[in-house]
């Protein structure tokens, strides 16, 4: 567990949690990289399954399962942690949760998302629209959004530059920004590859307000032995959350696909 002076949030796609095997796997692997915030994707539990997720000393669970094994997410908060949960919103069809409220006494809010694939862009539009009231200057967005954000996040660089336009002129309306991209500038790292294409990118992302960016110190990419996806670590001062005024704007209609 990281000091008093840091918050920790860790973020995996981890394909699946049905294996009693696998899910001692993803335990294991969480204890031993001590998250403050530990956010899963694609568990693929239904509603009824997901007491099965347990990590000992990771009591505070909170999830969004649908009726059927796909998508599901699911957000951990370590023990160690003094926690205040105000606001839970999540999706019928498991694809996000939101928790608002304060860690260790400092405000923050945690959107956990698993954006389809093959409909990444579009999703995502509509869903920053939805949650727009709800995204303020306490706000980390983490997840696995199936969708490069820059070309440096593809190996071959061939991206579908309308969808990433589209998507990043949101995030900045939103004031969010990749945390990972800020820290490490032009570097080229990768979260996954795809057989069927041959390529490496950077589909995983934890983006924060631009009032976080300062007190974000460290971000990186974490191996995960066991899964095809690789987590993304980031590391924040515990002066996180900060209360500033919130802007109000509204995103139009028009602004999303039809």
């Known amino acids: 567990m990281a000091g008093n002076t840091e918050l920790v949030?860790?973020?995996?796609?981890?394909?699946?949690?049905?294996?009693?095997i696998k899910r001692r796997q993803i335990a294991d692997w969480i204890k031993s990289r001590s998250p403050t915030i530990c956010c899963l994707q694609e568990t693929h539990l239904k509603q009824g399954d997901t007491?099965?997720?347990?990590v000992k000393d990771w009591s505070k669970i909170y999830y969004a399962s649908g009726e059927v094994k796909k998508a599901g997410v699911t957000t951990l908060i370590s023990d160690q942690a003094k926690v205040k949960i105000d606001l839970i919103k999540r999706d019928k069809e498991g694809n996000y949760i939101l928790l608002k409220g304060s860690i260790d006494n400092k405000a923050i809010s945690i959107l956990n998302i698993y954006a389809p694939s093959g409909i990444a862009s579009n999703f995502l539009q509509e869903k920053l629209?939805?949650?727009?009231?709800?995204?303020?200057?306490?706000?980390?967005?983490?997840g696995d959004?199936?969708?490069?954000?820059?070309e440096l996040d593809k190996s071959n660089y061939k991206t579908n530059k309308k969808e990433i336009?589209?998507?990043?002129?949101?995030l900045e309306k939103l004031g969010m920004l990749d945390l990972w991209r800020k820290l490490n500038g032009d570097r080229k790292e990768y979260?996954?590859?795809?057989?069927?294409?041959?390529?490496?990118?950077?589909?995983?992302?934890?983006?924060?307000?631009?009032?976080?960016?300062?007190?974000?110190?460290?971000?990186?990419?974490v191996n995960a032995f066991f899964?095809?996806?690789?987590?993304?670590?980031?590391?924040?001062?515990?002066?996180?959350g900060v209360n500033r005024p919130k802007s109000h704007w509204k995103l139009k209609q028009s602004h999303l696909k039809e």
């Open 129 to 142: 629209k939805e949650l727009q009231e709800e995204i303020d200057n306490k706000t980390v967005i983490v």
């Open 165 to 170: 336009k589209e998507v990043n002129r949101i």
């Open 191 to 221: 979260t996954f590859f795809s057989a069927a294409h041959g390529t490496y990118s950077k589909i995983h992302h934890i983006l924060g307000h631009k009032d976080l960016k300062i007190e974000c110190r460290k971000a990186e990419i």
């Open 145 to 150: 959004l199936n969708l490069a954000l820059s």
């Open 9 to 20: 949030i860790l973020t995996v796609n981890v394909k699946g949690m049905n294996s009693p």
């Open 227 to 240: 899964l095809d996806h690789d987590a993304i670590k980031t590391i924040f001062k515990k002066t996180l």
């Open 51 to 54: 007491y099965r997720i347990k």
